[in-house]
């Protein structure tokens, strides 16, 4: 059979459509390469310069904040003229209804007064084509490009292929405005939540003190055993969700003490009966406070009920016992009971610090996590050593302690 024919203005026209093709494919592989927004710009401006044979041209986007152009990639063009070309809204219907590619110099009648308006702008841009990018009814940008190579004309094909390049283009700057305006949204809310978070810290901080305050010998007693919880649970390597709780759970685990007589908390003597009785209410108060707030980190109301409880089972108020307790909750006791044994109280003078490690080491399995009071001692003995910075837990220690005594008391410990 004898081949078709094509004749040779068919064959331009092929050859013309397959370089549009390969042009279109050419600018979609870089919008959606991972470049930066500045490179994508560029290299599709430069795409589009060179399938249509022109030397100069540029890319702008339309600020609706600032009413204006502004420059984002451009050749030929002083792109330091161009900070911003004003284009009030009042002018953007005009670019929304005008042709695709407007070609300056034989405009259409409804564009006559924007060219004339913006005339001076176009002849700096060396601007013979204007071409509105736009997405829906939104004006995104606007391209310009200059005379061909040699003077040429602009064919209809090219027209077209340019129509085609600049609604890529669009939809590429109209990605990018939104994704930006996501990333704005995000930042904004996560500077206020950061504000949440401090107002939340602060309040929660007050609250803390307000409940120390009953007894000036607890002044500080909360912040204290937060801070030992914190530094037991960061060597631990708990998730920081967890670490949050213990925070809170430190500062919060006695707020069941502001419903107990302040002659009771103040006590020099030691308590009768009933006054012990009042005093054991304590964390059954504080979870019924806290079990009414929903807090974003860890279950407090739990932590504020439990911090009595002793690992052999013979704490209060529910006489839990070894893996029922939970790890936060043997956590805070230990932080709890090693604060009060490092700070003066009504009733008693602190014991030095090598002394509340003995004490800590002695209760091990009865009244404290075995696993819990390990990492007590390892992290006081790298603060010793010098071996954190900042260390989490000297700082707040209110006496004098002998660093050499203690790192013997730990170093036995290990033996
Ligand atoms: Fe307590």
Redesign the pocket.
């Known amino acids: 059979m004898k081949p078709e024919m094509i004749s040779p203005q068919s064959q331009t026209s092929v050859r013309k459509m397959l370089y549009a093709f390969s042009s279109l494919n050419d600018l979609g592989q870089v919008i959606t390469s991972n470049g930066s927004f500045d490179e994508v710009t560029r290299s599709g401006l430069y795409l589009i310069l060179g399938t249509l044979s022109v030397a100069r041209g540029a890319i702008f986007h339309y600020s609706t904040e600032e009413e204006g152009l502004k420059i984002l990639a451009a050749k030929g063009v002083d792109e330091a003229m161009f900070p911003l070309l004003p284009l009030p809204k009042e002018e953007v219907p005009t670019l929304l209804t005008a042709p695709h590619v407007v070609n300056l110099d034989a405009a259409p009648a409804g564009l006559d007064d924007f060219i004339a308006l913006h005339g001076e702008m176009f002849r700096c841009l060396h601007a013979a084509l204007l071409v509105p990018l736009r997405v829906g009814e939104e004006l995104v940008g606007v391209l310009t490009l200059g005379d061909r190579f040699g003077g040429g004309e602009y064919s209809e094909e090219d027209l077209q292929v340019l129509a085609m390049m600049a609604q890529q283009l669009s939809v590429a700057i109209h990605n990018h405005r939104l994704f930006s305006l996501l990333q704005q949204k995000a930042e904004e809310n996560r500077t206020l939540y950061e504000d949440l978070r401090k107002i939340y810290h602060d309040t929660i901080r007050a609250f803390a003190a307000a409940i120390d305050a009953k007894d000036e010998y607890t002044r500080g007693h909360s912040a204290r055993v937060a801070a030992y919880a914190v530094a037991i649970g960061e060597e631990l390597r708990l998730p920081e969700e967890v670490i949050e709780g213990l925070r809170l759970a430190g500062l919060l685990?006695?707020i069941?003490?502001i419903t107990v007589d302040s002659s009771i908390i103040r006590k020099k003597t030691c308590l009768n009966a009933e006054e012990m009785l009042e005093m054991h209410r304590?964390?059954a108060v504080g979870y019924e406070i806290l079990s009414k707030i929903q807090f974003p980190w860890g279950d407090l109301s739990s932590l504020a009920r439990h911090?009595?409880e002793k690992i052999d089972g013979k704490g209060y108020p529910d006489g839990l016992s070894g893996e029922d307790i939970d790890l936060e909750v043997r956590i805070i006791t230990l932080a709890?009971a090693f604060d009060a044994m490092t700070t003066d109280r009504p009733y008693r003078k602190q014991i030095g610090l090598a002394e509340a490690l003995q004490e800590v080491k002695r209760c091990m399995g009865s009244q404290f996590d075995a696993d819990v009071a390990r990492v007590l001692f390892r992290v006081l003995e790298k603060e010793l050593s010098g071996g954190v910075d900042p260390p989490r837990i000297l700082p707040h220690l209110t006496m004098e302690y002998d660093a050499a005594q203690v790192c013997r008391v730990i170093r036995a410990f290990y033996q």
Do not use: Q, V
């Open positions: 685990h006695d069941g003490k304590h964390p911090h009595h709890d």
